[in-house]
Nanobody, 120 residues
Framework: QVQLVESGGGLVQPGGSLRLSCAASGSISSIYAMGWYRQAPGNQRELVAEITNGGGSNYADSVKGRFTISRDNAKNTVYLQMFSLKPEDTAVYYC??????????????WGQGTPVTVSS
């Protein structure tokens, strides 16, 4: 199976920056899309950004120009660099990886979530 370990969340003031990381490990044959989602209290989980194994990326309108997603295929790691953070960015951020494993085929895997709080 696949394990995802997220890091980088925390408390930051409005206008500040954070960088999230998510490292995948396990019996991985191939990793396809990698992405970040977030869920604020009382809200549904929503897509923040995703990146394909070819490097193409897609962002939620609310974060365009402020967040950048990237990946290091050699390390099976995806990053989310967040700038100009706003209080409305406060949420638990989840990493999602679509991977092929020898036993089980292609499946979406989720991290445990890392909280981001933007507050003065």
């Amino acid at each position: 199976q696949v394990q995802l370990v997220e890091s980088g969340g925390g408390l930051v003031q409005p206008g500040g920056s954070l960088r999230l990381s998510c490292a995948a490990s396990g019996s991985i044959s191939s990793i396809y899309a990698m992405g970040w989602y977030r869920q604020a209290p009382g809200n549904q989980r929503e897509l923040v950004a995703e990146i394909t194994n070819g490097g193409g990326s897609n962002y939620a309108d609310s974060v365009k120009g402020r967040f950048t997603i990237s990946r290091d295929n050699a390390k099976n790691t995806v990053y989310l660099q967040m700038f100009s953070l706003k209080p409305e960015d406060t949420a638990v951020y989840y990493c999602k990886v679509r991977a092929f494993v020898a036993v089980g085929g292609t499946t979406n895997y989720w991290g445990q979530g890392t909280p981001v709080t933007v507050s003065s």
